[in-house]
């Protein structure tokens, strides 16, 4: 508004020939520091909108983060890899939101009405006509709204599903590769990217035509001014200084509401992206204990008529086990594929509740208490756990084998030749220190399965649960694992396998059978 003032005070004169540049000289010099303010003001603006903006999408997706994991595999599954999509692409949308949505929001609310009190102070009839035809814009905001609802909410979903798609491609690329059929998803890929563009080219047509409908609006109506302001320059009702004022700031009153409009789209898929990330932390979490966690060197574990609910496939999976967990001892679990052998695994580490039965901990010493009344880090620090698809942090090999760095190199070297994983570092360019990438890129499922099974060895815990833990080695490597088992036994570590080879079943002192059942129709309700 200030330069708007200055540039007509500086130009009115000039044009009238009543004042020459050493007159106006002072006039331009204090516009020159006006405009060097603005430009300050804009770039301080920038700045910090990208800070802030960083700082509160880290915060959110954080908190995201720590929430879904919280709520557990199960849950994760149940998603359908939304959560992956969410907390990557999903919450960099909201960058737009905050860096130009809302200060152009702040600007919109207090730009324009001074602007319009500067221009009714200069020119009522002016003001009247900006008056009227201001409403329009935030009119035409609700109506391209109206025909674009959903549309952010579609988009989202859609760049889940084709972020699932992709996740699903890539995990199968191993076994696709093992198989020889590695370049026949070439097609599958090429229809996914082009989906991709399909949906990425669809924001910006939305974005490119309603900006267009806004600046069609405001260009109209700024005209519409210019040429009640000329008429009346040329009929004497108005002084030309006046009349350049009025002129240079009727841009600037439509100027924070047209940047309203044409930062929505933009901003509309990361207020989508929002409101899914609060849904997420909406979720209730499991309920979690606040009594402490027994010494499990001393605890027996006991499993009484636990039944999991698979909803999926409308069964009990495991379905009634009886299983104990006694210090010491190697426990197996056994059963066909989907009996819920590794659910029982999840079940007794705490990161999934049993729909029947409970988990019964039993130390030497003291009463007996439900697994669902322990705090479950004070139960985790004393747990090792080996999935089958064992995942490592990017790093070296020996920080995924030894996270601590405490263990001597002739502890690393001993429990590497029990599993077999001294073999590998051999085979490694540079040995203990060669890196790994995010998931254990550059090792294979087996080798990843010898880092895991040595971080177990090295992990001075009393439980190891090992679930599955020959699923990707060959008969040669399945014997160091019998082995391994058989070193946990004898440092007096338990040991729950999930297993299905005889050569684990013949090491285990105890085998439990695992079986599943139909849901019963009062389960199916409960589950729905």
Do not use: C
């Amino acid at each position: 508004m200030a330069s708007a003032l200055l540039i007509a005070a500086a130009l009115a004169p000039v044009v009238d020939r009543t004042a020459d540049w050493p007159d106006v000289a002072g006039t331009v010099g204090w516009l020159a520091v006006v405009i060097a303010a603005r430009v300050a003001v804009t770039a301080a603006q920038e700045r910090y909108a990208h800070r802030a903006a960083t700082r509160a999408v880290a915060e959110l997706r954080g908190q995201v983060l720590e929430h879904a994991a919280r709520l557990g595999p199960r849950w994760l599954a149940a998603s359908g890899g939304e959560a992956a999509t969410l907390l990557t692409r999903g919450l960099d949308a909201l960058e737009p939101y905050f860096v130009r949505y809302l200060p152009q929001l702040l600007l919109a609310v207090t730009v324009t009405p001074g602007a319009l009190a500067v221009v009714l102070g200069l020119d009522w009839v002016a003001a009247v006509t900006i008056a009227v035809t201001l409403p329009l814009v935030p009119l035409f905001m609700w109506l391209i709204g109206q025909v674009t609802a959903g549309y952010a909410d579609r988009r989202l979903a859609t760049m889940t599903r084709l972020g699932h798609q992709v996740l699903d491609l890539l995990a199968g690329i191993p076994t696709l590769q093992a198989l020889g059929r590695h370049r026949g998803p070439a097609t599958r890929v090429r229809e996914l990217g082009d989906a991709h563009r399909r949906a990425t080219m669809g924001t910006l047509r939305v974005a490119f035509l309603s900006g267009m409908v806004l600046e069609l609006l405001t260009t109209l109506s700024v005209a519409l001014v210019a040429v009640g302001v000329g008429l009346r320059l040329v009929h004497g009702g108005l002084d030309l200084q006046t009349g350049l004022a009025v002129l240079v700031l009727a841009p600037e009153v439509y100027l924070p509401l047209r940047q309203v409009g044409a930062q929505f789209h933009a901003s509309a898929d990361g207020v989508a992206a929002a409101e899914r990330a609060f849904a997420v932390l909406a979720e209730p979490l499991p309920s979690s204990g606040t009594r402490q966690a027994p010494d499990l060197r001393t605890t027996t574990v006991r499993l009484s008529g636990v039944g999991v609910a698979a909803p999926d496939r409308h069964r009990l999976a495991p379905a009634g086990l009886d299983a104990v967990v006694r210090p010491g001892r190697v426990l197996a679990l056994a059963g066909p594929n989907g009996a819920g052998k590794s659910t029982a695994a999840l079940t007794l580490l705490g990161l999934l509740a049993p729909d029947h039965g409970h988990v019964v901990l039993e130390p030497s010493t003291g009463a007996a208490l439900d697994l669902a009344d322990v705090e479950l880090t004070g139960w985790w620090s004393q747990i090792s756990w080996v999935p089958q698809r064992p995942v490592q942090e990017p790093g070296t090999v020996r920080a995924a084998v030894d996270p601590t760095g405490e263990a001597p190199l002739e502890r690393l070297a001993t429990a590497a030749a029990l599993t077999g994983l001294d073999a590998v570092v051999a085979g490694l360019p540079d040995g203990w220190d060669a890196r790994i990438g995010q998931g254990g890129t550059g090792l294979s499922l087996g080798q990843r399965q010898r880092v895991a099974l040595t971080r177990a060895l090295l992990d001075p815990t009393p439980l190891v649960v090992l679930d599955e833990p020959t699923a990707h080695l060959d008969a040669a490597a399945e014997a160091q694992v019998v082995d391994t088992v058989r070193r946990l036994r004898a440092e007096g570590r338990t040991v729950l396998l999930v297993a299905h080879r005889p050569a684990l079943l013949d090491v285990a002192d105890d085998v439990v059978h695992v079986t599943s059942a139909p849901l019963a129709p009062q389960d199916e309700v409960v589950t729905r």
